[in-house]
T-cell receptor, first 114, second 115 residues
Framework: NSKVIQTPRYLVKGQGQKAKMRCIPEKGHPVVFWYQQNKNNEFKFLINFQNQEVLQQIDMTEKRFSAECPSNSPCSLEIQSSEAGDSALYLC????????????FGPGTRLTVL | GDSVTQTEGQVALSEEDFLTIHCNYSASGYPTLFWYVQYPGEGPQLLFRASRDKEKGSSRGFEATYDKGTTSFHLRKASVQESDSAVYYCALSDMNTEGADRLTFGKGTQLIIQP
């Protein structure tokens, strides 16, 4: 069973509102990934961290999305101004190694933008 | 870019039937291949992975063999159970591309097992 904790499980926002979700990676895992899973079950990589440093992020996250993984605090993903197209399941995964280790996924935060 | 194509939509079987879910990949390098399973309300869980040609991954009665010649990694199980009902994803990570650490997923196959 996954030990990656994501909160909240469900989030409902109006268009233009901020939406913030959190992730506590599995203990001892320095690498954190965020993925978006849309209603068609398609996954999109958003951003990843090693310890507190951003490794890579796609263009989408550079504009309206912000994310951080501060030391001794949960990681977070925030959408500054939500749009209807942002409605999706946001999955956090953690790993003990960037390239070779299994990614363990949390249950996700389901965002609905009305 | 890299991509994964798997059996689309739903596969409906009865208990004890044989399962095959097809997975083919396209990658510029020599990818690691994965099968993940996702149950309702949960994130994907790794079933198993394989990193080399002819390597077989297996778990919980499921298995798949990495075939570089046919760029395939088909999931099979000899006798499915109702508890196997879930969505199955084939995925890859490709060390030779930018973003080698991220997973590229197929679109998922929903397996429905009727008792």
């Amino acid at each position: 069973n996954s030990k990656v904790i994501q909160t909240p499980r469900y989030l409902v926002k109006g268009q233009g509102q901020k939406a913030k979700m959190r992730c506590i990676p599995e203990k001892g895992h320095p690498v954190v990934f965020w993925y978006q899973q849309n209603k068609n079950n398609e996954f999109k990589f958003l951003i990843n961290f090693q310890n507190q440093e951003v490794l890579q992020q796609i263009d989408m996250t550079e504009k309206r999305f912000s994310a951080e993984c501060p030391s001794n605090s949960p990681c977070s993903l925030e959408i500054q101004s939500s749009e209807a197209g942002d409605s999706a399941l946001y999955l956090c995964a953690s790993s003990w190694d960037r390239y070779y280790a299994e990614q363990f996924f949390g249950p996700g935060t389901r965002l609905t933008v009305l | 870019g890299d991509s994964v194509t798997q059996t689309e939509g739903q596969v409906a079987l009865s208990e004890e039937d044989f399962l095959t879910i097809h997975c083919n990949y396209s990658a510029s390098g020599y990818p690691t291949l994965f099968w993940y399973v996702q149950y309702p309300g949960e994130g994907p869980q790794l079933l198993f992975r394989a990193s080399r040609d002819k390597e077989k991954g297996s778990s919980r009665g499921f298995e798949a063999t990495y075939d570089k010649g046919t760029t395939s990694f088909h999931l099979r199980k000899a006798s499915v159970q109702e508890s196997d009902s879930a969505v199955y994803y084939c995925a890859l990570s490709d060390m030779n591309t930018e973003g080698a650490d991220r997973l590229t997923f197929g679109k998922g196959t929903q397996l429905i097992i009727q008792p």
